[in-house]
């Protein structure tokens, strides 16, 4: 079966910081997309960003990029200029099966 | 507003008590996707229906069952409730059969059972 892990369960950054969040997947696809959700308090699920697989290209949505290694099948995303509402939970996300990884809980810290 | 409408936004219900939760994808989208989470869980796919059809299944129990009706608006049945089923039930319509672009999630149903 497919798989999406995400190996971090909590992150915590400091205001105006960089970090990292992990993601790998498990597939034997060559064409797909992967996805990058933030579940607020609130618990509305919204898109952060998006990569397809055949773009060499990581894709970069203002402070959010990814860093997309397809032969290694990782897919990281990275917050810059940390803000307090970027407070969430990201969960990462693969299509073909639609499948979402476990999430990881981001504090950020004044 | 998302333009995923999920009713009701809270459910309160008894074990062995059946319900129903409601859907209207965004305008224009075919497919709607039903997920599951529970308390401090990830997303668990249910089911996907496209255009009508059942497209894909994933971990939907047999005492859940789902619908999508001419009007694109889905249902999900779910029957013979456990305290387990207790859980945030997220709605999301796409374009297509696939999610090349991504969902659009709906607010959610939050169903406890007691």
């Known amino acids: 079966a497919q798989t999406v892990t995400q190996s971090q369960p909590e992150m915590s950054v400091q205001e105006a910081e960089t970090v990292t969040l992990s993601c790998t997947y498990d597939t034997s696809e060559s064409d797909y997309y992967l996805f990058w959700y933030k579940q607020p308090p609130s618990r509305q699920m919204i898109l952060v960003i998006r990569q397809e697989a055949y773009k060499q290209q990581n894709a970069t949505e203002n402070r959010f990029s990814v860093n997309f290694q397809k032969a290694a099948k990782s897919f990281s995303l990275k917050i810059s200029d940390s803000q307090l509402g970027d407070a969430a939970m990201y969960f990462c996300?693969?299509?073909?099966?639609?499948?979402f990884g476990a999430g990881t809980r981001l504090t950020v810290k004044p | 507003d998302s333009g995923v409408t999920q009713t009701p936004k809270h459910l309160i219900t008894a074990t062995g008590q059946r319900v129903t939760l409601r859907c209207s994808p965004r305008?224009?989208?075919?497919?709607v996707y039903w997920y599951q989470q529970s308390l401090d869980q990830g997303l668990q796919f249910l089911i996907q229906?496209?255009?009508?059809?059942?497209?894909a299944k994933g971990n939907i129990l047999e005492r859940f069952s789902a619908q999508q009706f001419p009007d694109l608006h889905s249902e999900l049945n779910l029957s013979s409730l456990e305290l387990g089923d207790s859980a945030l039930y997220f709605c999301a319509s796409s374009p297509t059969g696939g999610f090349h672009y991504g969902y659009t999630f709906g607010s959610g149903t939050r169903l406890t059972v007691v």
């Open positions: 305008s224009g989208d075919l497919s």
């Open positions: 996300a693969y299509n073909n099966d639609m499948r």
């Open positions: 229906y496209y255009n009508g059809e059942e497209r």
